[in-house]
């Protein structure tokens, strides 16, 4: 089991940055799959970007692809969020997870992940 503790979520405008962080603690996050996902109000919990383990490339869903970047610091035992032409569709509360499949198909669901960060809240004004 790994705790994770999101940051640096905040209110933005449109076209706006932000970097979110998720700090692990009780396992190395490298052997780990980590994700982000989010949730806005009255909707599913939705994939935002992953890193599996043991995969170079970072898997990202359609609506952040070029915008969004995931990173991790192994020193840190970190992983990054880095937001970039942020909209006012993307505003959640946005999760870290962690989990132990590689599989895309398990990796881009929140079933996939046994262990969640309590999240941290990302507004974009327009």
């Known amino acids: 089991q790994v705790a994770l503790v999101e940051s640096g979520g905040g209110l933005v405008q449109a076209g706006g940055s932000l970097t979110l962080s998720c700090v692990g603690s009780g396992r190395a996050l490298n052997w780990l799959t980590m994700a982000w996902f989010r949730q806005a109000p009255g909707k599913a919990r939705e994939f935002v970007a992953a890193?599996?383990?043991?995969?170079?490339?970072?898997d990202y869903s359609d609506s952040v692809w070029g915008r969004f970047t995931m990173s991790e610091d192994i020193d840190k035992n970190a992983v990054y969020l880095q937001m970039n032409d942020l909209k006012p569709e993307d505003t959640a509360v946005y999760y870290c997870?962690?989990?132990?499949?590689?599989?895309?198909?398990?990796?881009?669901?929140?079933?996939?992940?046994?262990?969640w960060g309590q999240g941290t809240q990302v507004t974009v004004s327009s």
């Open positions: 997870a962690a989990g132990t499949s590689n599989s895309p198909s398990v990796t881009q669901a929140p079933e996939g992940y046994d262990d």
């Open positions: 890193k599996r383990w043991n995969i170079v490339t970072m």
